[in-house]
Every structure is written in structure tokens, then in C-alpha cells.
């Protein structure tokens, strides 16, 4: 059982184009220490190894969540906003051509 608390924070960096992943622990005598880098280790071939990193469910949502708030979307979404937003287009689209057409009714009405 982890006697620290894990935490994650992602910030977008402009300049190196990247994500950045700041991760941490507070431990139970009230420090706080960062992670630096990775190690990576040699491994013989198809040998498991345990995971680089491993987050409970509340970290993994504020991951999300901090990608989310930098404007990181699921490629999924990404293709449904766009569809969204091509349907709002059309939408308006026929309501400008309805306005003009009941505008036009209206006037030859008179």
C-alpha cells in the first residue's frame, strides 16, 4: 500500500511543442519530491516488466482533465466537433435561406 501520495500535473509548452507530465509525491512527514526522467533498462526479449508508472483513478482523471484544459481533445471527439460544427454551418445555412424567402413572401405580399 502507497504511503505517499501520487500527484500529476500536464502543462502545454508553446516553445518545445510538448506536454509536459510534472509528477510528485507528498510524503507523510510533509515533504514534497519530483520525479526527474525515466530510466530505461535493458531487457531480454519478451520479458514482462512492471509498469513505468502506475495512477489511481483520481490521478488519471486529473491527467485528463489538465490535457483537456490545455486543449488536448480525443481524436474521437476531435472528428465529432467537426462534424458538429459542419451541421451548425448547414443549420444556418437554411435558416438564412428560409429568412430570405419568407422576406421576399412577405414583401411581394404587400
Not at 509536459?20 to 509525491?25: C, D
Not at 519530483?34 to 491527467?63: G, K, N, R
Amino acid at each position: 500500500m502507497r504511503q505517499e501520495k501520487l500527484s500529476v500535473a500536464v502543462e502545454y509548452s508553446p516553445p518545445r511543442r510538448a506536454f509536459e507530465f510534472f509528477i510528485w509525491v507528498d510524503t507523510r512527514d510533509g515533504k514534497r519530491k519530483f520525479a526527474d526522467q525515466f530510466v530505461y533498462l535493458d531487457t531480454p526479449e519478451d520479458t514482462l516488466t512492471d509498469p513505468a508508472l502506475s495512477v489511481d483513478c483520481d490521478v488519471a482523471q486529473q491527467i485528463m482533465d489538465d490535457l483537456w484544459r490545455t486543449g488536448l481533445r480525443p481524436t474521437n471527439i476531435r472528428k465529432e466537433d467537426l462534424a458538429l460544427s459542419a451541421k451548425d454551418d448547414h443549420i444556418k445555412d437554411l435558416q438564412r435561406v428560409a429568412f430570405t424567402l419568407l422576406d421576399a413572401l412577405n414583401r411581394g405580399g404587400e
